[in-house]
């Protein structure tokens, strides 16, 4: 009885409307011109498209959707119109052609609390504060100089997971999803503060918690006219408060702590930013906030990502023994004879005229084509209304492109595009620093991820160590690797991947 007060009453004002409509339209001589929007799925009354969206993997949905609509449409999610680029040439658009345009970012209610006013560099609208803050980073905290500065950090870690999985013996599994889960969270802890964390598990659950509220698909965030009464009743804003506090009471005590001990130790980038802080000059006030902000940045991109990517690399070189015994080969011949690999060692052997590891590369390449870590790329917002081939985009849609689909577009990559074949890119030029729009791990243009510089260096660290020194099998029992992806937007691996490590015996 309940369900009928609800739905008859909509109902009955659905077609009075339409009748309504019906009856007057051969008394409506001049009628607005409608816009030509973007195709897309059929829409329900207040909810729009959004029950496309229950229950399934997005990047997926999405993906099936652009199928029958085409690689540019429009969603209806509550209030706000959503854009999806579903192929090379609409990313093009998005991100190249009319990246000034779709160069901010939608205002959301997590990004508000957990990021201190969305005063980050991922969520900060496009503004002058935000083009000083992503020049500053780029010049102090992001640059090739800082980042080889924490070769050690990196070197450190990798040496010391190699030795866990030695004792761990050849007829145990080694949890690989939480072994890469570690390496992100202690070099990127290390390289921001110096130690590792000491409430870890709680931060990174309070962390992991703000990647999702502030994802933009949060039901308040969908209808910003009724956001305050909606993120109460739907719990959203006691959860993103939860999380803020978490997070910046553990932050507040590290910045606390990095102050009164400064100068007596090596610098970490929680130093670094306090030193900017303190010298002024910016052109923009870099608060405390500011700096938590970034933080939280830096933590989100270089821990769950990072050991995604890995999970999969190592999930598709275990499906593919082909790929593995040609890397495999490759890394040892390059480095044979070594009892130890450092990062030294692997820049040589990249840097060189005749460098030995240019499968390794390739490798890489194809990992992070078909397991973008964000399948679809931080969420932007148009600023001012704007046409894509012939179809009008208004002003404050919200546009996301889907780089999961675009990975495994056989337009882009042929009929084997979801094969795991590295060897595809060989003199094909296609590299993934935003120049190639088939290939957006790290997005492109304006909002381009500006952690691409850490992300390199540890995945190829990590393959290298973990290749170099243990030939892998699967756990007694296990025929295949389980492939199912978990719930969510950040496209993890379902289960844990488990694997069993023989230590590689190293002839001088």
Not at 197 to 221: C, H, Q, V, W, Y
Not at 266 to 291: C, K, M, P
Request: aromatic share 6%.
């Amino acid at each position: 009885m309940g369900a009928e007060l609800l739905y008859q009453p909509l109902l009955l004002s659905i077609l009075a409307i339409a009748l309504i409509r019906l009856i007057l339209r051969p008394f409506l001589t001049t009628r607005p011109h409608k816009p030509r929007f973007p195709p897309g799925p059929w829409k329900l009354p207040v909810i729009g498209s959004m029950h496309h969206l229950v229950n399934v993997l997005p990047h997926r949905a999405l993906r099936d959707l652009a199928g029958v609509h085409g690689p540019l449409m429009m969603l209806q999610l509550g209030e706000t119109p959503l854009v999806v680029a579903s192929s090379r040439e609409m990313a093009r658009q998005v991100l190249k052609t009319h990246d000034a345009n779709f160069a901010t970012r939608p205002k959301l209610l997590g990004t508000e609390v957990v990021l201190y006013g969305s005063s980050d560099i991922i969520f900060s609208p496009s503004s002058e504060y935000w083009r000083k803050l992503r020049q500053l980073c780029a010049a102090e905290i992001l640059s090739a100089k800082r980042v080889l500065s924490f070769r050690h950090i990196r070197e450190q870690q990798m040496a010391s997971e190699v030795e866990r999985i030695r004792a761990a013996g050849p007829s145990t599994p080694v949890n690989l999803s939480a072994m890469f889960e570690d390496i992100g969270n202690g070099i990127v802890a290390r390289a921001l503060f110096g130690t590792a964390l000491r409430n870890a598990d709680e931060f990174l659950s309070a962390l992991k918690d703000g990647i999702i509220l502030t994802s933009g698909f949060m039901i308040p965030d969908l209808f910003p006219t009724w956001r305050s009464a909606l993120a109460a009743v739907t719990g959203m804003r006691r959860a993103v408060e939860g999380v803020h506090r978490t997070v910046d009471s553990t932050l507040d005590g590290i910045i606390r702590e990095r102050k009164r001990i400064r100068g007596s130790g090596e610098e970490n980038l929680v130093d670094v930013l306090i030193g900017l802080q303190e010298r002024g000059g910016l052109g923009f006030d870099l608060t405390e906030g500011t700096i938590k902000a970034v933080i939280f940045d830096m933590l989100t991109a270089g821990t769950g990502t990072l050991a995604s990517a890995l999970s999969w690399g190592m999930s598709e070189l275990m499906r593919n023994p082909r790929v593995m015994g040609k890397l495999q080969a490759e890394i040892r011949g390059a480095f044979r004879g070594k009892a130890t690999v450092t990062e030294a060692d692997l820049q040589l052997q990249s840097q060189s005229s005749n460098s030995n590891l240019p499968y390794l590369k390739l490798v890489i390449k194809e990992m992070l084509r078909l397991h973008p870590p964000g399948p679809l790329l931080v969420p932007r917002e148009s600023i001012a209304e704007c046409e894509i081939e012939g179809y009008v985009i208004p002003a404050r849609s919200r546009v996301i492109v889907n780089a999961w689909a675009i990975g495994r577009d056989p337009e882009c990559w042929g009929q084997d595009a979801c094969e795991f074949r590295p060897e595809r890119f060989e003199d094909r030029g296609i590299e993934f620093n935003g120049g190639s729009f088939e290939l957006l791990p790290f997005g492109a243009g304006r909002r381009m991820c500006p952690g691409i510089a850490y992300a390199i260096p540890v995945l190829e660290m990590a393959l290298v160590q973990l290749l170099y020194h243990f030939d892998w099998s699967l756990p007694d029992g296990v025929a295949e690797v389980d492939m199912e992806e978990a719930s969510g937007l950040g496209v993890r691996r379902k289960s844990p991947l488990l694997l069993c490590a023989t230590p590689f015996v190293v002839t001088i």
